[in-house]
């Protein structure tokens, strides 16, 4: 296993998991219940880790963090209901219709 991702907040863990996941690449979360030993432990060891299970995937994985972190997106209008969405939504706030694809 290789850790590919660590962050304070285990919702931006989780988040990248699922990302991940619908990839296809199969990962873990470690740490997920550290929390509880700051003040005996560095904040930072704390933290939730992202891992991969296989190593081969490190390199996908990280590409896919990356792009993800450094990709603004743009707004989108949805295509059933016609409401605008932030471009960091997958589906729309309003009707539930998934982001059209490129």
């Known amino acids: ?3 590919v991702f660590s962050h304070e907040n285990r919702l931006i ?3 990248l998991k699922n990302v991940l996941q619908d990839a296809g690449i199969a990962c873990v979360v470690e740490n997920e219940f550290a929390s509880g030993g700051v003040g005996d ?3 930072f060891e704390t933290w939730p880790e992202l891992w991969v299970v296989n190593d081969e995937d490190e390199a996908a994985a990280l590409e896919r ?3 993800l972190q450094n990709q603004p997106q743009a707004d989108w209008f949805c295509a ?3 409401e605008m969405n932030p471009g960091s939504f997958q589906v729309c706030w ?3 219709a998934e ?4």
Do not use: E, H, T, Y
């Open 80 to 82: 059933r209901c016609g």
């Open 41 to 43: 432990l560095s904040p």
């Open 99 to 102: 982001r059209p694809a490129g």
């Open 1 to 3: 296993m290789k850790k």
């Open 65 to 67: 963090i990356a792009q």
């Open 94 to 96: 309003n009707c539930g």
């Open 13 to 15: 863990v989780f988040n």
